[in-house]
């Protein structure tokens, strides 16, 4: 079983960046996936991206696409989400996930473990 803790968060202003940490104990097997989700006030959560943790291959929504990038560090089990160019319809509790089986779903429910979540705000 793996856990998943962020850090990261902040406040910043429109325009700023900002690089959010996954840090990932236990054990990582080469089907896992890796995801970032947020929720966002009086949201649903949604998909931000993900990678696949054997091949470093990314995936992402739309609205972040050229924004944020998604990175790993497998020798420290962690990856990142460095968020550029932030607008405040990025705000939200960031969450990491992982998926067991690799189902690069963007789906919260195929996720199996997750992170308590860090709160990001952008402001004007």
Do not use: H
């Not at 696409?65 to 560090?73: A, P």
């Not at 497998?74 to 932030?86: I, R, V």
């Not at 992982?98 to 963007?106: H, V």
Request: with cysteine.
């Amino acid at each position: 079983q793996a856990q998943l803790l962020e850090s990261g968060g902040g406040l910043v202003q429109a325009g700023d960046s900002l690089t959010l940490s996954c840090a990932v104990s236990g054990r990582i097997f080469e089907t896992y996936v890796m995801a970032w989700f947020r929720q966002g006030p009086r949201k649903e959560r949604e998909f931000v991206g993900s990678i696949i943790w054997s091949s470093g291959r990314t995936s992402y929504r739309e609205s972040v696409k050229g924004r944020f990038t998604i990175s790993r560090d497998n020798a420290k089990s962690e990856f990142y989400l460095q968020m550029n160019n932030l607008k405040v319809e990025d705000t939200g509790v960031y969450f990491c996930a992982a998926d067991r089986f690799g189902q690069l779903s963007t789906v919260s429910t195929d996720y199996d473990y997750w992170g308590q979540g860090t709160q990001v705000t952008v402001s004007l």
